[in-house]
Every structure is written in C-alpha cells, then in structure tokens.
C-alpha cells in the first residue's frame, strides 16, 4: 500500500511540474520544505532574477517576491522528487544531496551556486539532554576526524564542503572508550552525503569496538521523529534554519552537536539550458 501510494505521490508530482511547463512562464522547481524554499529565492535573487520584500529572509515564499520580471512561475516540489521532475521544467533549485544522489555536481552542472554560507552548515543532531552521552561524544569525535575532512575533500569535487576547523584523530580523550565496547550508537541520514559520511566514521568506531547503526531515510521529517522518539539517537541530514523550523512548528526538542560540512544550493538546467532565458 504504501508503494502504491508513493507512486501515486510521484505521478501527482510530475504532472504538477508538466502542466506548469505547458504554460508559456518559465517554470522553475523548488523545494516545497519552508526553509530551502527561502534558500532557493534567496539563490534567485542573488543571481539578480527576483527581489523579495525587505526583510524576507529564510522564511520566505513566493508570496514575498516584489519583483519577477521574467515572469517566473514556481512549482512547489518536495525536496526529493526535484531531481526527477527536471526533465519537465526548466531548472530547478536542488540540495545537493539530492544533486549529488542523481549524478549531479554543483561545481559542475549547476548555473548558480550559493555562497557556501554558514547558516546551511548540516549537522549531527540528538534529543535535548543526550549531548553529553560518552557514545553520544564518540560519534562527534569520528565524524569530526580528519579521515572525514579527507574523506569530503576527495570524494564530492566541491559538491560538499568540509566546515571541520580542528579536526580530531577521531577519539575523544575525555571518554572512556573501554566502558563504550560492544555498545551500539545508531544514526538516521539520508543516502549522500550523510551516510557514505557516516561510514568512514563508522570504521573509527570500530576500532574501539563501537557499532555505529547507520539507518537510511529518503526524506527531512522521519529522521527528527525517530530522534525525538529516542527510537534512533542521532541524525545527520539538516541545517540549523530547517532544524529551528521543524521543532518549531512539531514540539520537538532536537539540538546540534556538530557542524559538519557545506552543500552548496544550486540551480540546474532542465528544459532550458541558460539562465539567459531569465534575462529582461
């Protein structure tokens, strides 16, 4: 049933970005999630396509744009699906996950790429009141290691950006890894980056006979409930704007414990092959 609902979700998505692309606009794809919707017009307006109302920030909405001069229409998109809608449209605004995930490279592919600012750095996040767990801490000690920082620095080609200033040799040395053996610490992410991530730290736990469980999720909301459940202890797939937003309107309680790295924003050619379409 519910294969059959998300192929039902999957077609209502398609045909959304179809009919859009039938109209004689431009038709640009952009996450549908609050705080990469904002990311995706602020991108825009950083290209110089749209302006926003004064002090829209990373909350805003189409709703906010006072200036649209190519006369852009915008299909609202849930964050997974854009890389498959498009073909249907004429570009679309894509983390880079998800980029990364159907073969697309920011530096390479896309046609504007954001600043790698510090408000989207994605973190590891756990349930308010277990930042101090000892299993907790190891887990930031190996993903905060300079295997990781080589690791994202030889792998995504500038599709994902370390933000690890001073790495560590992978271990703590306030914790008492020998209590720690044979315990399990387990982690939500999403495919790529998080998890292909998630296993180069998963082989430093290792060594102190640590099992890290690495549970993969296709989407933003599972990940947030599992860890404010205490079903998983961790994720890894977020930024703190979309965190903040998430336990704002949810009740939940999760917080950072690590900024890992940067996946810069981009806009990728679909229908249309340049922004000069975008030009008036």
């Not at 159907?102 to 009141?129: F, R, W």
């Not at 790529?192 to 296993?199: K, R, S, Y």
Request: hydrophobic fraction near 40%; charged fraction near 20%.
């Amino acid at each position: 049933m519910k294969k059959f609902i998300s192929v039902i979700a999957s077609a209502l998505i398609a045909f959304t970005a179809i009919s859009c692309a039938k109209s004689n606009k431009i038709t640009i794809a952009i996450p549908n999630d609050t705080t990469n919707e904002a990311r995706a017009l602020l991108l825009l307006q950083q290209g110089g396509f749209i302006k926003l109302k004064e002090g829209a920030g990373i909350t805003a909405t189409p709703r906010d744009i006072v200036e649209n001069p190519a006369n852009i229409k915008f299909s609202e998109v849930e964050a997974a699906q854009l890389p498959k809608v498009l073909k249907d449209v004429d570009f679309a605004l894509i983390n880079a996950n998800y980029a990364l995930g159907a073969n697309l490279n920011p530096t390479k592919d896309a046609l504007l790429v954001e600043d790698s600012s510090s408000a989207y750095v994605n973190i590891v996040a756990v349930k308010d009141g277990n930042q101090d767990n000892p299993l907790i801490k190891a887990l930031v000690a190996a993903v905060e290691s300079q295997q990781v920082k080589d690791y994202i620095a030889s792998t995504y080609n500038g599709g994902v950006i370390s933000v690890i200033n001073n790495p560590t040799d992978g271990y703590d040395s306030s914790i008492d890894y020998e209590a720690l053996k044979g315990k399990t610490v387990s982690i939500a992410a999403t495919p790529t980056p998080h998890a292909e991530v998630l296993a180069v730290a998963k082989k430093i736990l290792a060594e102190k006979s640590i099992t890290l469980k690495i549970v993969e999720f296709n989407d933003y909301v599972q990940p947030n409930l599992v860890v404010e459940s205490g079903e998983i202890d961790a994720n890894y797939m977020e930024h703190i704007p979309y965190l903040n937003n998430f336990n704002e309107e949810n009740g939940t309680h999760i917080v950072s414990v690590s900024g890992v790295h940067v996946e810069p924003f981009g806009v990728y050619p679909g229908k249309s092959k340049s922004l000069d379409v975008l030009k008036k």
